[in-house]
């Protein structure tokens, strides 16, 4: 059986040409082939163009064909922000938010964040394997090719790392690339309450560590905000993580202004998220740095909070990536086509915008942009194809998937 594959006659072969990420009004360059093609062999992407140039009758011979006539096909979709690997759901809390009850008093009643810690901790580890099995399932279908984890819902040694080494075997068991993030720094456990320099403290002698000599994560990040972690608490934390060789991501500037896009760029992070808040000088910084701004549109329109900005992040000449930040409480949703349309709709993206940020800009996000998240020659071939004539349906079928089949390092996993 051959493993090369011939993708022919594509309405728009939309390339997202480039090897690091895009900036500002660079973000809307696609670089289009039409009528175009793309043959792919031993997982690698060897060659790109028209079908007329790059397709003949003897190739075809000895190739798996796809016509994509009528079709369009993209790089396979990176979510770079996410928290899938978790135990229980908070449906129930859901409702009480939907009924008015603010997050306060939802944690009173035992909601929040400590909720998903506490089923977490309480679930096996085949119990987490086989829900994070389904949770991937269902991001494939939508074009997912490449996905961040995070742990953060143990907040103890054992839980930290079940939930980092039930992403491990799902990397070597499932098609999609997983990249784990170490997030002990999510909250402050009750077993610490009041105490955040202890668990601080606690993180860097008991639990990082042995992430490292594990190599179970690749990234660190911290919840910088007002009553979870100061700026100081955080980058106790991150030095050390880099120092550890991690690399580092930090939720920043979600619910106030800490100074957390400022915080970000002079820890020279991959990428800082949220962003809901953050300031004119902290994104200035961010530029300067080449700090991806990872924007989350799902969890605002979940929370009913005003979203990240955006379209003056873009004019201003940073690159923003898109993300759906899947997770039990603030966004249970993996759906793209909800975050294209509330990226275009509520954040004035550009469709082209949107989807530079969800392939190649994505893959910068988790320092991956030179082998993943465009159709170029030499790159790892990560392919979407969708069932609908132009790139422009997918912001224009408001919320509706047209993924058609999912290619994943050159194998055909969703047809």
């Not at 050390?240 to 970000?264: N, P, R, T």
């Not at 949107?354 to 030179?370: D, K, Q, W």
Request: charged fraction near 25%; glycine fraction near 8%; proline fraction near 2%.
């Amino acid at each position: 059986m051959t493993d090369r594959i011939i993708i022919k006659n594509a309405n728009e072969l939309i390339t997202c040409s480039g090897f690091a990420a895009k900036k500002g009004k660079d973000m809307n360059q696609l670089d289009i082939i039409y009528n175009g093609a793309i043959i792919i062999e031993e997982g690698m992407i060897k060659a790109v163009g028209e079908t007329k140039d790059i397709v003949n009758e003897d190739l075809e011979k000895n190739s798996i064909v796809i016509d994509a006539r009528n079709k369009i096909v993209l790089p396979g979709y990176v979510d770079s922000h996410t928290h899938f690997v978790f135990g229980g759901y908070r449906a129930e809390e859901y409702g009480w938010r939907l009924k008015g009850e603010d997050y306060m008093s939802i944690m009173k009643r035992g909601g929040g964040i400590a909720n998903s810690v506490g089923a977490t901790r309480e679930a096996s580890h085949n119990e987490l394997l086989n829900a994070g099995m389904k949770r991937l399932n269902s991001m494939l279908g939508f074009g997912v090719t490449t996905v961040e984890g995070k742990s953060g819902y143990g907040l103890d040694f054992d839980t930290e790392m079940k939930q980092l080494k039930v992403m491990k075997e799902l990397n070597e068991k499932h098609p999609l690339d997983i990249v784990a993030t170490f997030m002990g720094a999510h909250s402050v456990p009750d077993e610490f309450q009041n105490r955040a320099d202890d668990y601080i403290e606690y993180l860097l002698e008991e639990v990082l560590p042995e992430v490292a000599n594990g190599q179970l994560a690749e990234y660190c990040d911290v919840f910088c905000e007002e009553g979870v972690f100061s700026v100081e608490q955080s980058e106790r934390l991150l030095l050390k993580a880099k120092e550890m060789g991690f690399k580092i991501k930090i939720h920043a500037d979600e619910i106030v202004d800490l100074g957390g896009a400022k915080f970000s760029a002079d820890m020279e992070a991959v990428s800082a998220d949220h962003l809901l808040m953050a300031s004119d000088e902290g994104l200035e910084r961010m530029k300067v740095s080449g700090t991806i701004a990872t924007l989350l549109p799902g969890t605002a329109f979940s929370l009913k909070k005003p979203y990240a900005r955006a379209r003056y992040m873009i004019d201003q000449g940073l690159a923003v990536a898109l993300a759906s930040d899947f997770n039990p409480g603030s966004c249970y949703s993996e759906s793209i086509p909800l975050i294209i349309a509330l990226a275009t709709l509520q954040m004035s993206m550009t469709t082209e915008e949107v989807i530079t940020a969800l392939t190649i800009n994505g893959a910068a996000a988790l320092n991956r942009a030179e082998n993943i998240g465009s159709l170029d020659v030499g790159k790892i071939a990560d392919v979407v194809i969708h069932d609908c004539p132009s790139y422009h349906f997918l912001s224009y079928h408001i919320g509706v998937s047209a993924v058609e089949t999912v290619i994943k390092k050159g194998q055909i996993c969703e047809r």
